[in-house]
Protein backbone atom coordinates (compact mmCIF):
# COMPACT_ATOMS: atom_id res chain seq x y z
CA UNK A 1 0.00 0.00 0.00
CA UNK A 2 1.70 3.30 -1.02
CA UNK A 3 1.27 6.14 1.77
CA UNK A 4 0.99 9.84 1.53
CA UNK A 5 5.06 9.96 2.62
CA UNK A 6 5.89 9.21 -0.81
CA UNK A 7 6.87 11.65 -3.19
CA UNK A 8 4.44 12.04 -5.85
CA UNK A 9 6.34 10.92 -8.91
CA UNK A 10 6.89 7.85 -6.74
CA UNK A 11 3.58 7.22 -5.84
CA UNK A 12 2.92 7.45 -9.43
CA UNK A 13 5.55 5.44 -10.84
CA UNK A 14 5.20 2.42 -8.25
CA UNK A 15 1.41 1.53 -10.09
CA UNK A 16 3.10 2.22 -13.23
CA UNK A 17 5.83 -0.17 -12.43
CA UNK A 18 3.30 -3.16 -10.84
CA UNK A 19 0.90 -2.93 -13.64
CA UNK A 20 4.11 -3.02 -16.40
CA UNK A 21 6.00 -6.29 -14.12
CA UNK A 22 2.54 -7.89 -13.63
CA UNK A 23 2.25 -7.68 -17.85
CA UNK A 24 6.01 -8.19 -18.27
CA UNK A 25 5.49 -11.45 -16.37
CA UNK A 26 2.67 -12.27 -18.46
CA UNK A 27 4.44 -12.33 -21.68
CA UNK A 28 7.72 -13.61 -20.08
CA UNK A 29 6.46 -16.67 -19.15
CA UNK A 30 5.82 -17.79 -22.41
CA UNK A 31 9.11 -17.79 -23.50
CA UNK A 32 9.78 -21.91 -24.05
CA UNK A 33 12.95 -23.16 -23.10
CA UNK A 34 14.04 -25.18 -25.80
CA UNK A 35 13.89 -21.49 -27.92
CA UNK A 36 16.22 -19.53 -26.25
CA UNK A 37 18.98 -19.82 -28.53
CA UNK A 38 16.34 -18.98 -31.60
CA UNK A 39 16.27 -15.59 -33.63
CA UNK A 40 14.26 -14.18 -36.35
CA UNK A 41 17.27 -12.87 -38.37
CA UNK A 42 20.51 -13.06 -38.07
CA UNK A 43 20.64 -9.32 -37.41
CA UNK A 44 18.00 -9.75 -34.68
CA UNK A 45 18.79 -10.92 -30.90
CA UNK A 46 18.05 -14.26 -30.17
CA UNK A 47 14.87 -15.24 -28.03
CA UNK A 48 16.80 -15.50 -24.25
CA UNK A 49 19.23 -12.65 -24.95
CA UNK A 50 15.81 -10.23 -26.15
CA UNK A 51 13.87 -11.56 -22.93
CA UNK A 52 17.19 -11.32 -20.33
CA UNK A 53 17.39 -7.62 -21.84
CA UNK A 54 13.61 -6.83 -21.10
CA UNK A 55 14.31 -8.17 -16.87
CA UNK A 56 17.71 -5.86 -17.21
CA UNK A 57 16.05 -2.78 -18.15
CA UNK A 58 13.63 -3.17 -15.22
CA UNK A 59 16.98 -3.72 -13.17
CA UNK A 60 17.85 0.02 -14.21
CA UNK A 61 15.57 1.72 -11.80
CA UNK A 62 17.18 0.55 -9.03
CA UNK A 63 20.64 1.54 -10.56
CA UNK A 64 19.56 5.21 -11.83
CA UNK A 65 18.00 6.26 -8.16
CA UNK A 66 21.50 4.78 -7.07
CA UNK A 67 24.15 6.58 -9.05
CA UNK A 68 24.55 9.18 -11.23
CA UNK A 69 25.88 7.76 -14.68
CA UNK A 70 26.92 4.34 -15.90
CA UNK A 71 29.78 4.04 -18.34
CA UNK A 72 29.18 1.27 -20.72
CA UNK A 73 33.21 1.14 -22.20
CA UNK A 74 32.93 -0.70 -18.65
CA UNK A 75 30.57 -3.28 -19.64
CA UNK A 76 32.18 -6.35 -21.83
CA UNK A 77 29.73 -9.03 -23.70
CA UNK A 78 30.72 -11.02 -20.88
CA UNK A 79 29.67 -9.90 -18.11
CA UNK A 80 26.03 -9.81 -19.66
CA UNK A 81 24.82 -13.54 -19.08
CA UNK A 82 21.13 -14.16 -20.31
CA UNK A 83 19.67 -16.03 -18.79
CA UNK A 84 18.94 -20.11 -20.21
CA UNK A 85 15.75 -20.81 -18.60
CA UNK A 86 12.55 -18.94 -18.19
CA UNK A 87 12.60 -19.55 -14.61
CA UNK A 88 15.79 -17.55 -13.83
CA UNK A 89 14.21 -14.89 -16.11
CA UNK A 90 10.81 -14.51 -14.28
CA UNK A 91 13.66 -14.94 -10.98
CA UNK A 92 15.46 -11.90 -12.37
CA UNK A 93 12.20 -10.10 -13.10
CA UNK A 94 10.44 -10.29 -9.76
CA UNK A 95 13.99 -9.35 -8.38
CA UNK A 96 14.40 -6.27 -10.26
CA UNK A 97 10.86 -5.53 -9.36
CA UNK A 98 11.15 -6.11 -5.61
CA UNK A 99 14.56 -3.56 -6.00
CA UNK A 100 12.84 -0.85 -7.89
CA UNK A 101 9.87 -0.62 -5.58
CA UNK A 102 12.12 -0.65 -2.75
CA UNK A 103 14.23 2.17 -4.10
CA UNK A 104 11.04 4.25 -5.51
CA UNK A 105 10.06 3.90 -2.11
CA UNK A 106 12.98 5.83 -0.51
CA UNK A 107 13.61 8.34 -3.41
CA UNK A 108 12.44 11.88 -2.21
CA UNK A 109 11.65 14.62 -4.86
CA UNK A 110 15.21 15.83 -5.31
CA UNK A 111 16.13 12.45 -6.06
CA UNK A 112 14.01 12.03 -8.84
CA UNK A 113 15.66 16.15 -10.43
CA UNK A 114 19.33 14.94 -10.07
CA UNK A 115 20.65 14.91 -13.86
CA UNK A 116 21.61 11.05 -14.46
CA UNK A 117 24.06 10.34 -17.71
CA UNK A 118 24.96 7.34 -19.40
CA UNK A 119 28.38 7.78 -21.22
CA UNK A 120 30.16 5.21 -23.73
CA UNK A 121 34.44 6.83 -22.76
CA UNK A 122 33.96 10.31 -23.24
CA UNK A 123 30.73 10.35 -25.12
CA UNK A 124 27.83 11.11 -23.55
CA UNK A 125 24.68 9.16 -24.88
CA UNK A 126 22.02 10.43 -22.25
CA UNK A 127 22.27 13.18 -20.05
CA UNK A 128 18.29 13.88 -18.43
CA UNK A 129 17.07 13.67 -14.60
CA UNK A 130 16.71 10.48 -13.20
CA UNK A 131 12.75 10.93 -13.74
CA UNK A 132 13.46 11.42 -17.20
CA UNK A 133 14.96 8.26 -17.47
CA UNK A 134 13.25 6.47 -15.52
CA UNK A 135 10.36 7.02 -18.05
CA UNK A 136 12.99 6.34 -20.82
CA UNK A 137 13.18 2.66 -19.16
CA UNK A 138 9.76 1.77 -18.79
CA UNK A 139 9.35 2.67 -21.89
CA UNK A 140 12.73 0.81 -23.57
CA UNK A 141 11.11 -2.19 -21.77
CA UNK A 142 7.98 -1.98 -23.39
CA UNK A 143 8.96 -1.34 -26.55
CA UNK A 144 11.27 -4.87 -26.01
CA UNK A 145 8.11 -6.43 -24.85
CA UNK A 146 6.34 -5.97 -27.73
CA UNK A 147 9.35 -7.02 -29.95
CA UNK A 148 9.32 -10.06 -27.66
CA UNK A 149 6.02 -10.61 -28.36
CA UNK A 150 6.23 -10.76 -32.03
CA UNK A 151 8.74 -13.41 -31.61
CA UNK A 152 6.32 -15.15 -29.90
CA UNK A 153 3.85 -15.32 -32.60
CA UNK A 154 6.72 -16.49 -35.14
CA UNK A 155 7.15 -19.13 -33.05
CA UNK A 156 3.49 -20.10 -32.74
CA UNK A 157 3.61 -19.76 -28.58
CA UNK A 158 -0.12 -18.25 -27.69
CA UNK A 159 0.77 -14.13 -27.11
CA UNK A 160 -0.96 -13.04 -23.72
CA UNK A 161 -3.26 -9.72 -23.77
CA UNK A 162 -0.86 -7.17 -23.26
CA UNK A 163 -2.56 -3.82 -22.99
CA UNK A 164 -5.66 -5.03 -24.60
CA UNK A 165 -6.87 -8.67 -25.95
CA UNK A 166 -4.52 -10.58 -28.44
CA UNK A 167 -5.36 -12.77 -30.97
CA UNK A 168 -5.01 -15.48 -28.88
CA UNK A 169 -6.37 -14.04 -25.23
CA UNK A 170 -9.17 -11.94 -25.84
CA UNK A 171 -9.22 -11.30 -22.09
CA UNK A 172 -6.98 -10.57 -19.59
CA UNK A 173 -6.31 -13.02 -16.55
CA UNK A 174 -5.34 -11.64 -13.48
Known amino acids: MLTDTLAP ?4 LIVELDDELQTTRRVLARVPDAQFNWQP ?8 HLASHITDLMGG ?10 DLS ?11 TNSELLQHLDANG ?8 AATPDDFEQIWTLRQGEQVLLRQ ?6 RHLISHMAHHRGQLSVYLRLLDVPVPAIYGPSADEPMFHG
Open 41 to 48: HPKSMTLG
Open 129 to 134: TRAEII
Open 61 to 70: IENTLKTTEI
Open 74 to 84: YFTDQEAQPAT
Open 98 to 105: AANRAALM
Open 9 to 12: LAQS
